[in-house]
């Protein structure tokens, strides 16, 4: 099973538009969000792509309340409190939005860990623990938006990013 990886979309409407464009070409049909949607309207292009979502709360999601009240009205689409473990068969995934707020222990305690809030992609190996930061879906800091899929198989990460003739602005 491959999922979708992001975080950090910060309202960029346009470029999670797109960046879902490229899983659902890749036969995506989860993502996994590690926080900062910012506002409910954020949470549409899930809805319009119809990719289930999971996600967890950053620091910069201030509507909780609104951001989840939409969520429930879209099929396949939660939100939690950061951290959130979740199993896809036999593989315990963590979500959290700030690796900082997790304890070591609950990191070696999954598989593999999706987190966000630097807005720099990375892939880490930690013991026997994947850790994957998709980096900013918005491009709002490094100017180019980017995601990534996690092929739960073989643990292998494909990183995503938008030409900016992929999107507008």
């Known amino acids: 099973m491959r999922i979708g990886v992001m975080s ?3 309202d960029r409407v346009p470029a999670v538009d797109a960046l879902l464009r490229q899983m659902v070409a890749r036969e995506v049909t989860m993502v996994l969000h590690a926080g900062d949607f910012c506002a409910p ?3 549409r292009p899930f809805r319009d792509q119809n990719v289930a979502m999971a996600g967890v709360f ?3 999601d201030g509507d909780r309340a609104g951001l989840r009240a939409f969520a429930e009205q879209g099929m396949g689409q939660e939100l939690f409190e950061s951290p959130h473990s979740v199993k896809f ?3 315990k995934v963590l979500l959290v939005h700030d690796l900082a707020d997790v304890h070591e222990g609950s990191i070696s305690a999954h598989d593999i860990v999706v987190y966000g809030h630097t807005h720099v992609a990375a892939v880490e190996q930690r013991g026997e ?3 994957v930061n998709p980096g900013e879906a918005c491009g709002w800091l ?3 938006p980017t995601a ?3 092929d739960l198989d073989t643990k292998q990460v494909e990183m995503l990013t938008l030409d900016p ?3 507008t602005r």
Request: proline share 0%.
């Open 89 to 91: 068969g036999d593989v």
């Open 165 to 167: 003739t992929e999107w």
């Open 58 to 60: 950053g620091g910069n």
């Open 129 to 131: 623990t994947l850790l």
């Open 142 to 144: 490094h100017g180019t």
């Open 8 to 10: 950090d979309s910060h």
């Open 148 to 150: 990534a899929i996690i």
């Open 41 to 43: 309207f954020a949470l």
